[in-house]
């Protein structure tokens, strides 16, 4: 089992319709969590941190954490084009010193 | 101002061959790491240097080799390469290795080709 699993892609979905990303985690220890983007050719770049359950908005942005369930997601509501990109979703134990990231999710928006 | 640098941004190099890739970041970071990229997009941590200190060997083959001159250095070389090492190889920085800090900052990447 992976440490950290993201849901298979590539995922397609209508420019204004909401992206819904899912990561699941198997360390129960972890207490960070991150989503990043990546677009192709480019490096990762931070899009949300999250460290207590519930929900975290940013602007068009919502990531849920849930620890009992070791799920964390992302939502993008309204996707744009410039959405589309992979992203990652990185997890991280206390103490550790390091994030374990995702397969990621290669998320299209098609205008 | 890059906040953290990379170079060269492309290598191609021939089997066998050894070659050094740079690393600086300009954040104040204490920490820094390096990542492999492998064609697939998955992202592994290599190694993690906190204020010049070696805290992360993820069972790389010890033909990598890192070294921190500083703390806002952390190069990697890389000897009698492989086919298998050509992937993109990344540099971050984090503000501390410690819970709730570990926001990572990624520099641009360096693309090795082994041929």
């Known amino acids: 089992q992976k440490e950290v699993e993201q849901n298979s892609g590539p995922l397609s979905v209508p420019e204004g319709a909401i992206a819904s990303l899912n990561c699941t985690y198997s360390d129960r220890g972890s207490q960070s969590f991150f989503w990043y983007r990546q677009y192709s050719g480019k490096s990762p770049e931070l899009i949300m941190s999250?460290?207590?359950?519930g929900d975290k908005e940013d602007g068009r942005f919502t990531a849920q954490l849930n620890k009992a369930s070791q799920y964390v997601s992302l939502l993008i509501r309204d996707s744009q084009p410039s959405d589309s990109a992979t992203y990652l979703c990185?997890?991280?134990?206390?103490?550790?010193?390091?994030?374990?990231f995702g397969d990621g999710t290669t998320l299209t928006v098609k205008p | 101002d890059t906040a953290v640098s990379q170079t060269p941004k492309y290598l191609v190099t021939q089997m066998g061959n050894d070659k050094s890739i740079k690393c600086e970041q300009n954040l104040g970071h204490d920490t820094m790491y390096w990542y492999k990229q492998d064609s697939k997009k998955f992202l592994k941590i290599m190694f993690s240097?906190?204020?010049?200190?070696?805290?992360i060997n993820e069972t790389v083959p010890n033909r990598f080799s890192p070294k921190s001159p500083d703390k806002a250095h952390l190069n990697l070389h890389i000897n009698s390469l492989e086919l298998g090492d050509s992937a993109v190889y990344f540099c971050?920085?984090?503000?501390?290795?410690?819970?709730?800090?570990?926001?990572?900052?990624f520099g641009p990447g360096t693309r090795l080709t082994v041929l």
């Open positions: 971050a920085s984090s503000l501390t290795r410690v819970e709730y800090t570990d926001t990572q900052y």
């Open positions: 240097y906190n204020n010049k200190e070696l805290i």
């Open positions: 999250i460290y207590s359950n």
């Open positions: 990185a997890v991280m134990r206390t103490n550790a010193g390091k994030s374990t």
